[in-house]
Structures are given as structure tokens and as C-alpha cells.
């Protein structure tokens, strides 16, 4: 991990906010459930979700440009389905944004 990057591993749970060690962050996660990754441009907050579940702030002020959405897999069978907006979220994020 480096300089503006920041990810959430469903092997351990672990956080990893631009350094290569990670801190306990939250629950492991695997086929069938559902990941999200927000942005509180007002709090300045990236946070992520497990099948709905606000996991909490996963980093503050890390972000003032542009942002680059990515996954990352461990074995050539794995497949992921973004949802950028043009379905409803499992996370309630209306609710969220009030």
C-alpha cells in the first residue's frame, strides 16, 4: 500500500491507509456479501459497509482529488459486481446522508 491508497482485506479485516501494515479494522467478508466504500465529502471521511452495516471511519482527511475505485482478488475464478449508484445500495445511504 502507498501514498493515497487505502483498502479493507476480507481475509483478516485489516485496514491498510497508505502504509504497508495494516490495523484490525472489521469483520472478514467472502462469497456472497456485500462491500461498500463511501465517501463523506463533508466530514472528509472515507468509510466502508458489509452487507449494509456501516463498519465506521476507515480514514480522515486522506483524500482532496480524485478518486480511483479498485479491486483487488486472490484467484483467477473470483468476480465482483460494482455498483456505482445506478441500483439501489444494501448500505441505506439516504438515510446516511440526512
Request: contains cysteine; negative net charge; aromatic residues 16%.
Given at each position: 500500500w502507498?501514498?493515497?491508497t487505502i483498502g479493507y482485506h476480507g481475509?483478516?479485516?485489516y485496514l491498510y491507509c497508505e502504509r504497508g501494515t495494516g490495523i484490525?479494522?472489521?469483520p472478514l467478508y467472502t462469497t456472497?456479501?456485500?462491500v461498500g466504500c463511501g465517501i463523506n465529502y463533508y466530514d472528509k471521511e472515507i468509510f466502508f459497509t458489509k452487507n449494509g452495516i456501516n463498519l465506521g471511519?476507515?480514514?480522515?482527511?486522506?483524500f482532496d482529488g480524485?478518486?480511483?475505485p479498485m479491486c483487488g482478488m486472490e484467484s483467477s475464478n473470483e468476480s465482483?459486481?460494482?455498483?456505482?449508484?445506478?441500483?439501489?445500495?444494501?448500505?441505506?445511504i439516504e438515510n446516511y446522508a440526512k
Amino acid at each position: 500500500w502507498e501514498r493515497d491508497t487505502i483498502g479493507y482485506h476480507g481475509d483478516d479485516g485489516y485496514l491498510y491507509c497508505e502504509r504497508g501494515t495494516g490495523i484490525k479494522f472489521g469483520p472478514l467478508y467472502t462469497t456472497d456479501e456485500t462491500v461498500g466504500c463511501g465517501i463523506n465529502y463533508y466530514d472528509k471521511e472515507i468509510f466502508f459497509t458489509k452487507n449494509g452495516i456501516n463498519l465506521g471511519t476507515a480514514c480522515k482527511n486522506k483524500f482532496d482529488g480524485e478518486m480511483i475505485p479498485m479491486c483487488g482478488m486472490e484467484s483467477s475464478n473470483e468476480s465482483v459486481i460494482a455498483n456505482f449508484g445506478e441500483k439501489p445500495f444494501v448500505f441505506d445511504i439516504e438515510n446516511y446522508a440526512k
